[in-house]
């Protein structure tokens, strides 16, 4: 009786509401966006949980949005981002209008920076139990000052146990990448999320494997075997970080790629097993040696950019053209806003603002 009577007091509630109200709530609504960035390095079925849990903190607007990184390299991300897209979309098909793929988007900063000139003002990120308190130091450190945010909420996509019995608690994209490494298709085949064909497995892993060959053109520079540290350290950590050790690598001024965030910077210091790195924004990362990568190849779009025999007007600056002249960029909009006669130079969430205040 008491849970009946709730109903109707809630229904009562809701329906009491002005029309005021629901407009607030309404735009309060489409003002928030959940989201989740991350490597996908393979996709695999544990990912799935993760994209649900983003969808969930949607809310009833439903929106909520996937960004898998932009990086490409034969260790830990064999996979280009095209490529990730399309496996992912098609692996998880209720979620395939939710992930992102634009290449403007190549770490956390860039992603906060562009939903704030859309006018978002709410963000809820999604990350992994173990990030959660570092994200929501980042992220709040910078809000301000790159990006200016009512509220920034950081959520757990739920703890991981190594002792459960559900095998998808124990998947990781470093078990997918070592499995294909060893032609092992039965174990990277039990990694998909049900439903997934043997053959559909068999064409992901194809292309897990031919991602993982080093250039040609490293072939002669390599000194060494690669070992499972090279392409996944979190299952050989001891190997990995005595070649930290003895300096080999992630030197200080090494440029290197934050997993998690897909920041890139400089190594200004070095710790007994963390670095620190700093970008050319001076957004400075501190981060723990196995989510780290040593960036030493460039991947084909950066390579094509790099080519200054070729038509530079698409490039971004950071990726060796020199061009700081990309559409979509804040270096674009504030040299197109500066000359035009009569024009203010502000950011496109201001403008936004301005709208809805005359609303």
């Known amino acids: 009786m008491r849970f009946i009577q709730f109903l109707k007091e809630a229904t009562k509630a809701k329906a009491g509401k002005t029309a005021a109200e629901k407009k607030a709530e309404a735009q309060e609504a ?13 996709p695999h079925a544990g990912h799935g949980k993760l994209l649900d849990a983003v969808k969930s903190h949607g809310g009833d607007s439903g929106n909520y949005r996937i960004y898998p990184s ?19 979309r098609k692996l998880f098909p209720s979620h395939k209008d939710a992930i992102q793929n634009n290449e ?3 770490n956390v900063f860039d992603i906060l920076r562009d939903l704030n000139d859309e006018g978002k003002e709410h963000v809820t990120m999604v990350v992994g139990d173990d990030r959660v308190k570092e994200f929501e130091k980042i992220t709040s450190k910078y809000n301000g000052v790159h990006y200016d945010f009512k509220t920034i909420n950081i959520k757990s996509a739920g703890a991981r146990d190594p002792n459960s019995e559900d095998p998808v608690e124990k998947l990781s994209a470093s078990g997918q990448r070592k499995h294909a490494s060893g032609d092992d298709h039965d174990s990277f085949h039990a990694g998909m999320p049900k439903g997934t064909s043997k053959k559909y497995s068999k064409t992901l892993m194809s292309d897990v494997k031919a991602g993982m060959v080093p250039p040609k053109k490293d072939s002669k520079k390599t000194t060494k075997k690669e070992s499972v540290w090279d392409y996944a350290p979190k299952l050989d950590y ?12 992630f030197k200080v001024g090494a440029l290197v790629e934050h997993d998690d965030t897909g920041l890139r910077g400089h190594v200004v210091h070095r710790g007994t097993n963390y670095i620190i790195m700093k970008d050319d924004k001076n957004i400075e990362l501190r981060a ?6 040593e960036v030493t190849e460039l991947s084909p779009e950066q390579e094509r950019a790099a080519d200054t025999s070729k038509d530079q007007s698409n490039y971004s600056a950071d990726d060796g053209s020199g061009n700081t002249w990309k559409a979509g960029t804040d270096t674009y909009r504030i040299a197109l806003q500066d000359m035009t006669p009569g024009q203010e130079v502000k950011k496109f969430s201001e403008f936004n603002a301005e709208i809805r205040n005359n609303k």
Do not use: C, E
């Open 238 to 249: 001891d190997s990995f970080r005595d070649f930290y050790m003895l300096n080999q690598i």
């Open 70 to 88: 932009r990086s490409q390299d034969h260790k830990k991300n064999p996979l280009g981002a095209d490529q990730k897209v399309g496996h992912m």
């Open 288 to 293: 723990w040696l196995q989510h780290v990568t």
């Open 30 to 42: 489409d003002n928030h966006v959940a989201i989740t960035f991350g490597r996908f390095n393979p």
């Open 104 to 106: 403007a988007h190549r």
